[in-house]
């Protein structure tokens, strides 16, 4: 089986919606084995919570130490602890994990009261920040992270601040609470790196477990090898598509329903860090001139290689290119200019779009015809001189949340990867793989994609069968036994995949 593995520590819904319920449905449906410990038996309904009954911690001690031996376990998603007792278990029992499994991913969803109104445990905010220490993700709602910091009046930053400071390596603040028009979340990483996305509040009284399914679902996406921040970003929109099914339906308060993974566009968020909204009035970039018909490879990018040097712009421009990036990291003052100022000059000869990566400044001063930027350089990079200078623009994606932020400033092009293991840089959990590329596609608008990493000739059908519009290679060319064959070999495949 190539599931993953997750418990869920959690106590019991009777009726159906919340605890233990709620992360099973969502484990189930987002792909994961699912494991259950529960720490306390309620009675509740739709509309109350009348009593709620915690398990001995003998009983969870027991459950823990047989699952660990049979299913040990990829993720913990942590809901309701419901006794001191239980609290003490816990963290000598996750200290132990640790030392057993130190790559073992544990979220804590702090349940302090229920939803239908009503303390679900027997404890206080303040007992359960022991837990903090051994926990990489928290994922309360701005209510939950008042309690436990003791705080009121702060933003969610400083909140999300806050609770870093007892231990916990990740923090998820959610929306939706009060009369706001949009849900805005939060997420801080373990770097201090802050992540921000919003949507519209979504009108519906069928919610119920909605809480415990987010922190699941962040679960099941970590345990399955998404970034933080793609967690963040898929959880959201789970969360969304949920929701958005029982829109109107307010006759009662009922259950969220869960519904797979979530792959329309309308359910996903938007990007809301500071980048996105420095730039959200910035008009398209000018395009890449693509017209004709679709399917028409006369007016496709095709083959985009990356080359370092001016001599491998020499050997590959006659041979027919229609985009070519050069990308400099060991030149720099008057021999990088001279670099790209001849770089120019040779793109024009031969008509191909030259892209130079990264030095933005020297592309607008020698007039070069885009400039492509990585994720790290949008926030010193002055995208409104790119634009006033007419250069075209292409950005670095690696993920859903980059991918969103990068589309929302409207690019000439998106590049995606690593599609796949490469040799030019460490991309470790920044690999997408070909399912995850097909899922990131179905966001895209009228923009070209561009693949990126590791793609092989063996590989070019099945990176091109995924939709995007241009592969770029590296060393598959670069390293090549013969360049030139190499570059007739990949143009070919390009070539029948859109004559098919």
């Not at 702090?110 to 903090?132: D, N, Y």
């Not at 921040?229 to 829109?247: C, E, M, P, W």
């Not at 015809?369 to 990079?381: C, I, K, N, P, R």
């Not at 590296?474 to 098919?500: C, K, L, P, S």
């Given at each position: 089986m190539n599931k993953v593995i997750l418990w869920s520590i959690a106590g019991h819904d009777c009726s159906g919606g919340a605890g233990?319920?709620?992360?099973?449905?969502?484990?189930?449906?987002?792909?994961?084995?699912?494991?259950?410990?529960?720490?306390?038996n309620t009675s509740q309904n739709s509309q109350q919570l009348v009593n709620v009954y915690p398990v001995p911690a003998l009983v969870l001690k027991e459950q823990a130490e047989l699952l660990l031996a049979d299913k040990s376990p990829h993720a913990i998603k942590i809901g309701l602890v419901a006794s001191l007792e239980q609290l003490q278990w816990l963290v000598g029992f996750l200290k132990k994990l640790r030392e057993l499994q130190p790559k073992v991913i544990i979220?804590?969803?702090?349940?302090?009261?229920?939803?239908?109104?009503?303390?679900?445990?027997?404890?206080?905010?303040?007992?359960?920040?022991?837990?903090?220490?051994?926990?990489?993700?928290?994922?309360?709602?701005?209510?939950?992270?008042?309690?436990?910091?003791?705080?009121t009046n702060s933003s969610k930053v400083e909140l999300a601040k806050s609770l870093k400071l007892y231990g916990v390596k990740n923090v998820i603040i959610t929306g939706g609470h009060g009369k706001d028009t949009l849900c805005s979340d939060l997420a801080l990483s373990e770097k201090q790196i802050k992540f921000s996305l919003s949507s519209s509040m979504i009108s519906t009284q069928h919610s119920h477990g909605g809480g415990c399914s987010y922190s699941t679902a962040v679960a099941t996406f970590l345990a399955q090898g998404h970034l933080l921040?793609?967690?963040?970003?898929?959880?959201?929109?789970?969360?969304?598509?949920?929701?958005?099914?029982?829109?109107g339906k307010n006759a009662h308060y009922g259950a969220f329903e869960q519904r797979g993974f979530p792959i329309e566009p309308a359910n996903f968020p938007a990007v809301t860090d500071d980048i996105s909204e420095h730039y959200q009035k910035l008009s398209r970039f000018p395009s890449l001139g693509l017209c004709g018909n679709e399917g028409n490879s006369e007016n496709l990018l095709g083959l985009y290689p990356i080359v370092d040097s001016i001599d491998w712009l020499e050997k590959l421009l006659p041979l027919g290119l229609k985009i070519i990036q050069l990308r400099i990291k060991h030149l720099n003052g008057q021999a990088l200019a001279t670099t790209i100022k001849q770089a120019v000059t040779l793109s024009e000869r031969y008509n191909t779009r030259l892209f130079i990566n990264d030095h933005w400044q020297l592309a607008i001063e020698l007039g070069a015809?885009?400039?492509?930027?990585?994720?790290?350089?949008?926030?010193?990079?002055d995208l409104y001189a790119i634009a006033q200078a007419g250069l075209r623009l292409g950005i670095s994606t690696h993920g859903c949340y980059e991918f969103l932020l990068a589309q929302q400033l409207k690019p000439s092009y998106l590049a995606i990867g690593a599609i796949f293991p490469t040799k030019t840089k460490d991309m470790t959990g920044q690999i997408q793989g070909i399912e995850n590329l097909e899922k990131i596609l179905m966001l895209r608008e009228n923009i070209p994609v561009v693949a990126i990493g590791g793609i092989t000739l063996n590989k070019v059908a099945q990176v091109l069968a995924t939709g995007v519009d241009s592969i770029a290679i590296?060393?598959?060319?670069?390293?090549?036994?013969?360049?030139?064959?190499?570059?007739?070999?990949?143009?070919?495949?390009?070539?029948?995949?859109?004559?098919?």
């Open positions: 233990i319920s709620a992360d099973t449905k969502t484990g189930h449906v987002l792909g994961a084995e699912m494991c259950s410990i529960m720490t306390a979220v804590f969803d702090p349940v302090i009261s229920a939803s239908v109104g009503g303390f679900l445990s027997l404890m206080t905010a303040k007992q359960l920040l022991p837990l903090l220490p051994h926990i990489d993700v928290i994922t309360p709602n701005l209510y939950e992270a008042q309690q436990l910091t003791n705080s921040r793609d967690s963040f970003t898929l959880a959201k929109a789970f969360i969304n598509q949920g929701l958005n099914v029982n829109v015809y885009g400039v492509h930027l990585g994720q790290e350089d949008l926030a010193t990079s590296v060393t598959a060319i670069t390293q090549a036994n013969d360049y030139r064959q190499a570059v007739e070999a990949f143009n070919r495949q390009i070539q029948a995949h859109h004559r098919a």
